[in-house]
């Protein structure tokens, strides 16, 4: 896949105060991209414009060379998986329905899908309706209504929200090799894992991007300080970079 998405010039304001001010990005295929920054500082607001959630209030998103408000939203639909946080439909499926697998034998194709994704344990959520699930399990179906299809694109805020860390480790490493034959967009918590599993990261703070590039030239013991209030360090040991925090600067 060549298609990259771009933001250009992308604002959106909630009244008079812009939540995100002049996005400048072109994010490439090929690889995780992660987008981190404080509380409040717009990352899942970023995402929502970037999926077509949010029509911003100036500047264009594109996927290639065509504006997102020119793709109809089937085409948008195979073109990017989206998991956005705690979004739940309005009615109260199955979960075998809610995932297109009600009825009649699955194909190879599907079968092999599930293969792929059995670290989320679909299968055993099957016959159940989505109000019986708990958090950790309901956003397992996220996650298996955004990877299931073939999407190039996938847009993920928080996925490994609710999920213990034997599934969100097994996420991430599945993140990382679908990416290559894609690309994979995700905001994220936790610096650690940014480190280890995205090539590139995205800083935002207060709306505005502060860092976008190679993970370890954008997250730093400066951006560290600056636009997260911690002192910390990058530290490589056994081929790994992981991130060592120490305390709090304000």
């Excluded at 905001?187 to 993970?215: I, N, P, W």
Aim: charged fraction near 25%.
């Amino acid at each position: 896949m060549e298609l990259k998405l771009l933001l250009e010039g992308v604002t959106l304001n909630r009244g008079a105060r812009p939540i995100l001010e002049e996005i400048n990005l072109a994010v490439e295929p090929g690889h995780i991209t992660g987008v981190v920054g404080p509380n409040g500082s717009g990352k899942s607001t970023l995402l929502r414009v970037a999926y077509g959630f949010l029509e911003p209030d100036s500047g264009v998103v594109r996927v290639g060379d065509k504006p997102l408000r020119e793709w109809s939203p089937r085409e948008l639909s195979v073109s990017m998986g989206v998991c956005p946080q705690e979004a739940e439909p309005s009615l109260d499926f199955q979960v075998e329905q809610l995932l297109g697998l009600k009825g009649g034998c699955l194909g190879e194709a599907l079968l092999d899908k599930l293969r792929g994704l059995s670290f989320l344990r679909l299968e055993e959520l099957f016959p159940k309706q989505l109000s019986q699930l708990s958090g950790g399990e309901r956003q397992r179906v996220r996650l298996g209504v955004a990877l299931m299809g073939s999407s190039p694109w996938l847009i993920l805020d928080e996925p490994a929200n609710h999920l213990d860390l034997a599934t969100g480790w097994s996420l991430y490493h599945y993140l990382r090799e679908r990416a290559v034959a894609g690309g994979v967009v995700m905001a994220l918590h936790d610096l650690s894992t940014a480190v280890r599993f995205c090539r590139k990261l995205v800083m935002l703070s207060q709306g505005r991007v502060t860092g976008y590039g190679e993970t370890e030239d954008v997250l730093t013991t400066r951006s560290l300080d600056e636009v997260f209030g911690l002192k910390g360090r990058l530290i490589k040991q056994g081929g790994e970079t992981s991130v060592v925090i120490e305390g709090v600067t304000r």
